[in-house]
């Protein structure tokens, strides 16, 4: 097993986490501009991403624990692309897969951040339309009842007025 295999997938990986970013910042500009339809279909586009994306890392995953069992450590669920700098055998090998996670990391932090601003768009949104609908829905205190009579827990109005404002 040779350093190029992993690297070679990181560099998917990079490629892959690239795109799915430029997908986060064109549904920043959709969800600004309100338009449903095209933000489903950017839902299903991602969804296709983050799939390739985990069969990527599966892979990646499988690479390294194979790498690092030929050097002689034993397997774990967690190997990580810094254990294999770290037993790399030459300089070379290990600046170019130190390079690339770096990269691979700084794209991977800015997808973070750009779907928190989705976020956060998304939220802001509901909470329009709901303080929306709130203000065209009547509240049960400003219904208004003249007239009528209380028994128990029933009221029996003589006659009703629908206090509406909107």
Do not use: C, W
């Not at 991602?46 to 390739?52: I, R, S, T």
């Amino acid at each position: 097993m040779s350093i190029e295999v992993i690297y070679a997938t990181l560099e998917k990986l990079e490629r892959m986490h690239k795109s799915l970013l430029e997908l986060a910042f064109k549904k920043t500009e959709l969800i600004k501009t309100n338009n449903m339809e095209a933000i489903d279909q950017m839902l299903k586009d991602e969804q296709a991403h983050v799939a390739a994306i985990d069969k990527l890392e599966q892979q990646r995953q499988k690479t390294v624990t194979e790498y690092l069992g030929a050097k002689g450590f034993a397997p774990s669920d967690k190997t990580t692309v810094a254990d294999v700098i770290k037993v790399a055998d030459n300089d070379a090998d290990k600046q170019k897969l130190e390079k690339v996670r770096s990269r691979l990391l700084l794209i991977i932090d800015d997808l973070r951040k750009q779907n928190d601003l989705n976020q956060k768009l998304v939220f802001q949104s509901l909470q329009f339309v709901n303080l929306t609908l709130d203000m065209l829905r009547p509240q049960p205190e400003q219904i208004n009842y003249s007239g009528g009579e209380v028994r128990g827990t029933n009221i029996i109005s003589k006659k009703t007025y629908f206090d509406s404002q909107a």
